[in-house]
């Protein structure tokens, strides 16, 4: 199968891995045109070329760069025309202008199309946004959600086709791994950690009231940058915990792995609002894959992520999240027992090759309708 691939968010080297594995498939023939950087909420997040074997990375330039519904490839008709594709991955969002863009050039080419979504909240969106999502929906010949209620969106909002769950990223299980030591014994605090956008929708403030409660020793990390630092700061104040709780800036990725081993729990408190609810929580499969115990709120797609691996509250109930936390930190069998339950979970659901292999089976069933 000749397939080509369009994902800004394979700039990052470490998301190529998934691109590598399904490059490695002897039924697959695979090029992957990315950009040479991207732009995001002023920031530009340059391409790495990390993991590239197998498969033909293609680098064009980007019209409208950061622009996330409006941004296309000028040149992906030269491609299109060149590599003559069977299947055309567009690893975008139905209602942007790249999906438009490419999907006409499928049809056009006599290929077939697929597109992504994590889009888990039921919107409804102006001209000419929805009309590229209707002609998007009646030519694709599969989407893939990233999440479960991403399924009933698409099915609200008029498509009919085939849609398959897969998260778009998995983790590489030998980058991220547990740590040699056993979790007893490491250190005489409780470790408790969060990363992730500090936005009030995340549910920081909520874990600081959730800490705020907790007796013994303990310390909380909260690694990322956000609007709503100034207010968490302050909260740690005013709750007297500032002197156990740091704020740290986001580390480069090849970082994360330690950062996480240093943990003895990771938290996900998001809360659902009016325009977001949890679409994954990639931080918690790379925990899981670290051999760190996870606990996460009921919002959105966590609880389907966690599965039986790790522990479940109830959205803004900070005295169950306390509950949990002071649970584990109590008892040292189940944090060993969540441990190696979250490391098995990633390893048989959220690996780059599982990833890649349930790919490849949605390209079996889009060249299955074709013959």
């Known amino acids: 199968m000749r397939v080509l691939m369009i994902s800004k968010a394979c700039v990052r080297g470490s998301y190529q891995k998934k691109l590598e594995e399904l490059a490695k498939l002897d039924d697959i023939q695979l090029a992957v045109v990315v950009p040479e950087y991207w732009q995001e909420k002023g920031r530009k997040i340059k391409l790495e070329q990390s993991h590239t074997a197998g498969y033909q990375l293609l680098i064009e330039k980007m019209a409208l760069n950061g622009h996330f519904h409006l941004h296309f490839y000028p040149n992906l008709r030269t491609h299109v025309r060149s590599l003559q594709p069977e299947i055309v991955h567009i690893d975008?969002?139905?209602?942007?202008?790249?999906?438009?863009?490419?999907?006409?050039?499928?049809?056009?080419a006599g290929a077939k199309a697929l597109f992504f979504t994590w889009q888990n909240l039921l919107r409804r969106y102006p001209f000419p946004f929805s009309c590229m999502e209707r002609y998007n929906y009646r030519h694709a010949?599969?989407?893939?959600?990233?999440?479960?209620?991403?399924?009933?969106?698409?099915?609200?909002?008029?498509?009919?086709?085939?849609?398959?769950v897969i998260p778009q990223f998995g983790v590489d299980p030998e980058i991220y791994c547990p740590s040699p030591h056993d979790l007893e014994g490491v250190s005489p605090h409780f470790r408790i950690g969060y990363i992730g956008r500090l936005v009030e929708e995340k549910g920081v403030d909520l874990l600081l009231r959730a800490v705020a409660r907790l007796k013994g020793q303990w310390v909380l990390s909260v690694l990322g940058d956000g609007p709503f630092k100034p207010?968490?700061?302050?909260?740690?104040?005013?709750?007297?915990?500032?002197?156990?709780?740091?704020?740290?800036?986001?580390?480069?990725?090849?970082?994360?792995?330690?950062?996480?081993?240093?943990?003895?729990?990771?938290?996900?408190?998001?809360?659902?609002?009016?325009?977001?609810?949890?679409?994954f929580g990639r931080v918690l499969i790379e925990a899981m894959a670290c051999g760190v115990p996870v606990i996460g709120s009921d919002c959105g797609e966590i609880p389907h992520v966690i599965g039986e691996a790790g522990l479940i509250f109830p959205e803004d109930d900070e005295q169950a999240l306390s509950a949990l936390l002071s649970r584990l930190m109590d008892d040292t069998e189940t944090r060993n027992s969540l441990a190696k339950r979250g490391r098995d979970r990633m390893i048989q659901e959220y690996t780059q090759e599982e990833i890649a292999m349930a790919t490849h089976r949605v390209y079996v069933n889009i060249m299955g309708h074709v013959h």
Do not use: C
């Open 92 to 108: 975008e969002e139905p209602y942007n202008l790249a999906t438009f863009h490419a999907m006409r050039l499928a049809v056009a």
């Open 141 to 164: 010949a599969h989407a893939i959600a990233g999440n479960r209620e991403g399924v009933d969106v698409l099915r609200s909002k008029g498509y009919q086709g085939p849609v398959t």
């Open 231 to 279: 207010q968490l700061e302050k909260l740690t104040t005013e709750l007297g915990v500032g002197n156990r709780v740091t704020f740290q800036l986001s580390l480069p990725s090849a970082e994360m792995p330690s950062y996480y081993k240093q943990l003895d729990v990771l938290v996900l408190p998001s809360r659902t609002r009016r325009h977001w609810k949890e679409q």
